[in-house]
């Protein structure tokens, strides 16, 4: 699979937070949150932690709990937002998946490229 740059930006990330608390961002500033999404994308914990959750567990799609060992995110403060970066080979449904379990429709995807 092709490795992927993904340039994200997180408006207001004090306040951005997924719908469930029980899988939601709960830190205190960029090195906090690339943590928690560079984990998320590492390892499929969040995604198994949510997929128990859901009505019928087995019916979620498992290509949702792909992962990537390699993942590498940096997040710094930038013009009063927050920009990511993220390398990976994961699909862009992945990521998405996870961002919005951790904080929900709070972030865009400025460029895509490849790595």
């Not at 998946?97 to 972030?107: E, M, Q, V």
């Amino acid at each position: 699979m092709a490795r992927n740059h993904y340039y994200l930006s997180i408006a207001d990330l004090a306040h951005a937070r997924g719908g469930d608390p029980r899988f939601a961002y709960d830190g205190a500033g960029p090195d906090d949150f690339a943590a928690a999404l560079q984990q998320a994308l590492r390892d499929d914990a969040l995604f198994q932690r949510w997929r128990a959750a859901q009505p019928d567990p087995d019916a979620v799609d498992a290509s949702l709990g792909a992962t990537d060992p390699a993942a590498q995110v940096q997040a710094k403060v930038a013009d009063l937002r927050t920009d990511v970066d993220l390398i990976t080979d994961l699909s862009m449904s992945v990521v998405r998946h996870r961002l919005y379990l951790l904080i929900g429709a709070a972030w865009q995807l400025r460029d895509l490229r490849a790595a």
